[in-house]
Structures are given as C-alpha cells and as structure tokens.
C-alpha cells in the first residue's frame, strides 16, 4: 500500500443488481470523479455530505456511459478519513467496469483487499478491533453473528480494555517511579496493594478471554453429530433441527444407511448437523459401513447428540452408545416424550423431546449452547472473543500479568517485574493495533474483500 494515494474499487458483490457502487479515496478523489461525472447545469459535485444526480461521461468519446448519484465524502468526515467520492451506478458489471476503467485512466488504482479498512485504521478511525468486525460483518450468516459483529464495530471491545490498560499502566508508572527516584525497595504493603491490582485486572482478562470458548463457535459455526440405536427417531430430530424434511423418516430399522449433512443454525449459531446411521449389531455389510462412518462422525463431532427411544426399554445397543460415547461432548436426548415413558431406569441428564410435537428443544438449545462454552454462563448480548488472534493476545497478556505477579511475591528486582507487565501491555495492544507490525496488519487485512 502507498499512502497518499488514490484508490478506487468496485464495493459491490460480483454479478448484477439494481445499483452497483465505486468508491474512491484519497487526496484526488474528487479531481477525478469530477472529470467523469457531470451535472445540469454542469457544476463540480463539491458539496460534502450531499447526493448529487447527473451522468457518468467519457471525456475522450464525449460518451455517456450510465446515469448515476455521487456522495462527497471531505476529509476527515469519511470511512477511511480521507476525501471519499462513491458513484452509485446501475448495477450492470460491464457499466461498472467501464467507469472503473475511466477513473484508474485518470490517476487512481485498483484498492487492493481490506485498503479502504486499513487506511481507516491507519488514520484512527477504527481500531483493529473494530476494523476486525467489519469483516465480521460483511460475513456474517445469521441474524446473531450479525449483532455480534454489530457490536464489536461499536467498539464494546475495546472500551472494555480501556480501563484494564490505564491500571496497567498506573502500576508500571508507580514501579517505574519507584525505580527511579526511591532508593529503598517498595514497602510490603505497597507491594501487596499492586499484586491486589493486577489481580484486579487479571479476573477481568480472564472473563473475556474465556468469553472465546463460545464465541469461537459463534464466528466458525460447529458440528453436531446425531447418532443412536435404529428407530429412534434420529432423522426426525434432524429434520426438526434442520426445519425441514431433509432425511428419510420410516418405520423401518436401517433406512438411513450414510451420514447425511445439512448446514442450518441454532440459536443463531451455524451448525452443520450430521443425521448418522443407526448404530447396532448387524452383519449386513452395507449397514456396517455406515455405522463405521457414523463412529467417525462421532469423533469428528464438537458436540454429539445421543438420542434413545423413551417409549422403549434401553436395550444392549442404547447401553453400548451410553459407555461410549465421550460424556464430555455429548447431549442425551430421550425422544418420544409425547409418549408414555418405558426407558426402565432414570438417565442422568437427558433432555426428554419430542420430534414430532416440538417440545423439550427449547431446553435441548440452551444444553446446545452450555456445551459449546465449556460449562461457562452464556450472556449472548455480553461481550465474545470470537477471533483466535485476539484471544491468543488476552491469553498471553494473562500469563505474563501472572509471571509478574509470581515475581512480586519473591521481592525480584522491580526492573524484571516491569518487563512482564510491559509485555503484558503489549499484548493487550495488539488486540487494538497499538503494537503490531506492518506484516501482521497485512495478513490481517488481506482477508477482507476488495473495495472494503
């Protein structure tokens, strides 16, 4: 990237429309929309915060090319806080490459990936964690993920880290005080009302970076295995789940004989559900194919949703899924709650459902999503972690708060403690871009789409 240039891109998606937008930005961006885009009476757009009506032109062939709206955006009232011009044509793919091809004629070039972000970032506008959302938001599948996204844009993040860093570095400044100007070492008490203030700071990193354990899942979707003996009723949960007749649902023990998949969302959440086939004793060599793929299945699963027949005793098959299957990654669900119970004994935390009138999913989704945070509470408007650099830098920011305090309480030299609580503070901005490298930043914007 150079800065002090001027870029341009298509910031609509591939393919037709009803208007398709390029946006340019930079010191020039209104120099050469205004060499293209004419108005009656003919009067250079330069009204910022206006939407301005008249004809895109080429000058050399005295062509009109589209009629078409610019939005003048001045510095450094604009996405990217520089000038920002955004021609909002019809959304023909030819058209809008032709007016591309006139600006870049004139001067600008083709934005590369993420540019427009990153000069936003560059010019405090955003914060990387903000600037991180945007992706978030452009990517989002469901209306949840969404307001996630929505949320991180607003910068809840960071305000969140704000104070965190300011006590931060009130203890660096009180140590590095200490260092300087007091020539005895800082008192036990003193020393004790610091190690109480990085505790301080430390619970609270600690709460959202264990925010990720579900907000992982938010951002990347999960899968969730559904298995049990034949005749459960597994293809009518997944169908449940799925909202749709998607698998074969019969009387017949051994009608699903291969994994089915199907991508819906839970609560929100992508999920890719796997209807398995039934697991049992047989010497039929098609079926025992498919249970051996549905024991994949289950392997490969993050959750497994068990499901045993409530209207009938637990015979071998139900006891074998039961000792088996991983307690730590399953669900049990006991089907056919619509019906009088038969199971023959009490089965520690099942959830009694019903595939065919719907009851008991409520209950089965929020057991769903304790399981995806690992037992912790869920708030789903509170702050989440969902990218894995950020929660690797708050993760690292909490062990060297917790190597200085573990110095502090053996009197080490006031001079090593500062090194951890420095990388601590370090950590903590890579989260924000205070302190990441040009290569990283490139890595992180490369990501993005082209005109974003």
Known sequence: MIRGDTIAAISTPPGRGGIGVIRLSGPRALEIASVIFHTKPHKPPDAPGRVHFGRVVDPAANEVIDEALLTYFKAPHSYTGEDVVELSCHGSPVVLRRVLALITERGARIGEPG?????????????????????????????????????????????????????????????????????????????????????????????????????????????????????????????????????????????????????????????????????????????????????????????????????????????????????????????????????????????????????GFDELTARIFARLSGGQAVERDDILITDARQHASVTQAIARLDEARDLMIQRELEEIVLLKLHGALQSLGEVTGETLTDDILGQIFSTFCVGK
Request: glycine residues 6%; contains cysteine; hydrophobic residues 40%.
């Open 115 to 359: 540019e427009f972000t990153l000069r936003a970032f560059l010019n405090r506008r955003l914060d990387l964690a903000q600037a991180q959302a945007v992706r978030d938001c452009i990517d989002a599948q469901t209306g949840y993920q969404a307001r996630v996204a929505a949320r991180q844009l607003e910068g809840v993040l960071s305000k969140r880290l704000a104070p965190i860093k300011d006590t931060l570095v009130e203890v660096i400044v009180h140590l590095e005080s200490t260092v300087e100007f007091v020539e005895d070492d800082i008192s036990p008490a003193a020393a004790a009302a610091l190690r109480e203030r990085l505790e301080h700071v430390n619970e609270s990193l600690k709460e959202i970076a264990g925010s990720f354990a579900f907000g992982r899942f938010v951002k990347e979707g999960f899968d969730l295995a559904i298995v049990g003996r034949p005749n459960v009723g597994k293809s009518s949960v997944f169908n449940r789940l799925v909202g749709a007749d998607r698998a074969i649902v019969t009387d017949l023990p051994g009608t699903t004989r291969d994994a089915l998949y199907e991508s819906t969302s839970i609560g929100g959440v992508p999920v890719r559900l796997i209807d398995t086939a039934g697991i049992r004793e047989t010497s039929d060599l098609v079926e025992r194919l498919g249970i051996t793929r549905s024991r994949t299945a289950i392997a490969d699963a993050d959750i497994t949703l068990l499901v045993l027949d409530a209207s009938q005793p637990l015979n071998r098959d139900d006891l074998d899924l039961l000792e088996t299957v991983d307690r730590s990654r399953r669900i049990v669900a006991a089907n056919k709650s619509d019906l009088p119970n038969r199971l023959g004994r009490e089965i520690h935390g099942a959830v009694g459902i019903s595939a065919l009138t719907g009851s």
